[in-house]
Structure formats: structure tokens, C-alpha cells
């Protein structure tokens, strides 16, 4: 079945530079791969998403790239605020007869004042 | 907000009981999906519903049961409830349409078995 790994799983930044998160799926049948972050005691929220025709996706700070061939994909934040710090969550959904949607393990991010 | 929503938002349960958790999806949407959180870790696919029949299972056992209703919601039953069944459990819903597969969870029941 699918699996995916994400890391770091801890990740401290100063304020303003920029986060990478990467994470690596392992079917190829994959076509469609979210991003959520979720802060302490909430539910994840899609922050962004990339299907497997584009390469790369940007929305203002936040930008996610694809190689399919690779079968990598990564999340970055530019100009990182306090209000970023979370714990967020790649993931790859296997659409086959059924969709269902394998989440990474988690990256918490902090950034620093 | 998404538009989904879970109850009980807390739940205490004693090992071997068994409990049901309720979602409502956001309108319109004709696929469900629920997964464990444990804490520390990423949710864990439970199973999915489409149009009211289970249409995929994660690694989970059959005590793990489900329904989805016509009227937008469903329901995750778990059976001989174990200590490590503690976690927070969510349930996400979207529709199911060629590659489109958004996923809007609920705020999710926080089960502890003791």
C-alpha cells in the first residue's frame, strides 16, 4: 500500500526566513497531494494542494513542488510568522477504486521571535 | 469552518465497551472518511463511505465498523474498546468526482478508554 515519509519531524526557524518540509510517497498511482497544518487541539485545515499534472503550486507564502518521477514532494514557507508555527502534514492520496488519503507522520514547526 | 462537524467533541469509555461516533458532512458531499489520530502522530485511514457502502479499509480490524446515511451523515463504531483505541478520531468529507478529492475534516471526538 501507500506510504509516506515527511521531515523533518521538528523544525525551528527565525521569523521572516523560510521552512522547508519534504516528503517522499511510494506508489506511483498517486495523483493528488494535500498539505494541512494543524494547530494544538484543532482539526487539520488544507492549506494547499497539487494534483500530479503540475509541478509546482504557490499561494502567497506558501508553495508546494512535485517530481513525480522522483516521487518527492515539498512545502515551503517564505517570510515565516509566529502564527505559522504548527504541526503540518503532507500527504498522498491513492485513487484507485477507492480514494483515501495517507498522511506523513508530521512536521511541528516553531518559529522563533 | 468546513462545514463538518463531530459529536461528542469528548469521550471517556471504559475498556471492552463500545461506542459510536457521529459526523455530519458538508452538504452536497457523497464521500466520508474516518481516521485515528493518536497523539503525537498523523490521522491514520480508518475507512471510507461512498454513497452509503465502505470503499476502502486501512489497517484496522473488523471491530472497526461503519455507516453513512442519505442525509449527510454517518457513523464510526468501535467494538471491545482497547486502551490503545485512545486518540482523537476525525472524520473528513468531500466529493468524490474524477481527481478531485478534497478532504474537509471535523473538529474530530477525542475518545479515552480507560
Known amino acids: 500500500g501507500e506510504n509516506v515519509e515527511q521531515h523533518p519531524s521538528t523544525l525551528s526557524v527565525q521569523e521572516g526566513d523560510s521552512a522547508v518540509i519534504k516528503c517522499t510517497y511510494s506508489?506511483?498511482?498517486?495523483?493528488?497531494f494535500p498539505w494541512y497544518k494543524q494547530e494544538l487541539g484543532k482539526r487539520p485545515q488544507l492549506i494547499i494542494d497539487?494534483?500530479?499534472?503540475?509541478g509546482e503550486k504557490k499561494d502567497q507564502r506558501i508553495a508546494v513542488t512535485l517530481n513525480k518521477t522522483a516521487k518527492h514532494f515539498s512545502l515551503h514557507i517564505t517570510e515565516t510568522q509566529p502564527e505559522d508555527s504548527a504541526v503540518y502534514f503532507c500527504?498522498?492520496?491513492?485513487?484507485?477504486?477507492?480514494?483515501?488519503?495517507?498522511f506523513g507522520s508530521g512536521t511541528r514547526l516553531s518559529i522563533r521571535p | 469552518e468546513t462545514g463538518v462537524t463531530q459529536s461528542p467533541t469528548h469521550l471517556i469509555k471504559t475498556r471492552g465497551q463500545q461506542v459510536t461516533l457521529r459526523c455530519s458532512s458538508q452538504?452536497?458531499?457523497?464521500?466520508v472518511s474516518w481516521y485515528q489520530q493518536a497523539l503525537g502522530q498523523g490521522p491514520q485511514f480508518i475507512f471510507q463511505?461512498?454513497?452509503?457502502?465502505?470503499?476502502g479499509r486501512g489497517n484496522f480490524p473488523p471491530r472497526f465498523s461503519g455507516l453513512q446515511f442519505t442525509n449527510d451523515s454517518s457513523e464510526l463504531n468501535v467494538n471491545a474498546l482497547e486502551l490503545d483505541d485512545s486518540a482523537l478520531y476525525l472524520c473528513?468529507?468531500?466529493?468524490?468526482?474524477?481527481?478531485?478529492?478534497?478532504?474537509?475534516f471535523g473538529q474530530g471526538t477525542r475518545l479515552t478508554v480507560v
Open positions: 473528513a468529507s468531500s466529493h468524490w468526482r474524477d481527481l478531485n478529492t478534497e478532504a474537509f
Open positions: 497539487i494534483r500530479s499534472n503540475v
Open positions: 463511505y461512498y454513497r452509503e457502502e465502505e470503499n
Open positions: 506508489d506511483s498511482a498517486s495523483n493528488y
Open positions: 452538504s452536497g458531499h457523497n464521500t
Open positions: 500527504a498522498a492520496n491513492l485513487y484507485s477504486s477507492a480514494s483515501k488519503i495517507i
